[in-house]
Structures are given as C-alpha cells and as structure tokens.
C-alpha cells in the first residue's frame, strides 16, 4: 500500500464522518431550535413554580380591598338611578291621571259651556295628543327602570 492510498482512505474516513456530524447536527438543530425562547418565556412567567397559601390570600385580600369600594360606590350609584327613575315614573302617573280627569270632565260639560265648537276640537285634539306622548314616556320610562332592575 502506498501512502497515496493511505491518504484517500483517510479523507474517505473524514469525509464519512463529516457527513454523518452534519445529518447529527441538522437533526439537533431541528430539535432545539426553539430553546431560546422556551427559556425566555419560563423565565419571564415563571411556569411549574408553585405558590404558597399564605401569597394567594393576600393576593386575594388585595384585589378584594381594590374592588369592593368600587362595586359599592357602582351599586350606590345604581340605587340613586332607579329612585330617581321611580320618581319620575310616580310624576308621570299622577300627570296622566290628572290629565284623564281633565278629558273626562271635559268630555261631561254640555257644549255650551265652551266657546265654539271649533276650539273646542282642536283642545280636545291637543289633549289628547299630549295624554298619549304622557303614555309612550310613561312606557318608556318603565321599560327603562326593569332594564336597570334586571342588571
């Protein structure tokens, strides 16, 4: 054997051996590709750690301590709004009511009692307008109060 023979055997050998560290290192390169950012992100959120009793409840107490008077002050606030959507709604009542005795009385009275007839039409007719826009806002407005009562 002489030594050229030697020699390619040996960059056969080498080339052999570079190819299969080349297929090992792409099948590791494939495999943790990723691993830079799996640790970032275990670091940063710190998974699988677990957290004792004793931090939850004052975790817990905090966000109680931050949220109650809120909720509160939100409810207070609702409370006001529907007092007032019940006055409203009482006033509304009581205007309608009113109304409807000043149609029934008006409607009662010979027609004598007004001035001509025509006038008498067109303050019916206004009458009768404004005790229906009453209603509809009556309506709505009780609409509106089992809306914030169903919240």
Do not use: W
């Amino acid at each position: 054997m002489s030594y050229l023979d030697k020699l390619d055997r040996c960059c056969d050998s080498l080339r052999s051996s570079i190819r299969s560290i080349s297929t090992s290192v792409e099948t590791l390169d494939s495999g943790t590709y990723d691993f830079d950012r799996i640790t970032q992100i275990l670091k940063s959120k710190r998974h699988f750690q677990l957290v004792s009793e004793a931090q939850l409840q004052l975790q817990r107490e905090e966000i109680e301590h931050l949220v109650k008077p809120k909720l509160l002050q939100a409810f207070c606030k609702l409370e006001h709004a529907v007092e007032l959507l019940q006055q409203q709604e009482s006033s509304l009542k009581s205007k309608c009511q009113l109304l409807s005795a000043r149609l029934d009385t008006m409607r009662n009275r010979p027609s004598s009692a007004f001035a001509p007839a025509e006038q008498f039409s067109d303050q019916l007719k206004a009458t009768i307008a404004k005790r229906q826009r009453l209603l509809y806002t009556l309506e709505r407005y009780k609409l509106q109060l089992q809306q914030k009562q169903g919240y």
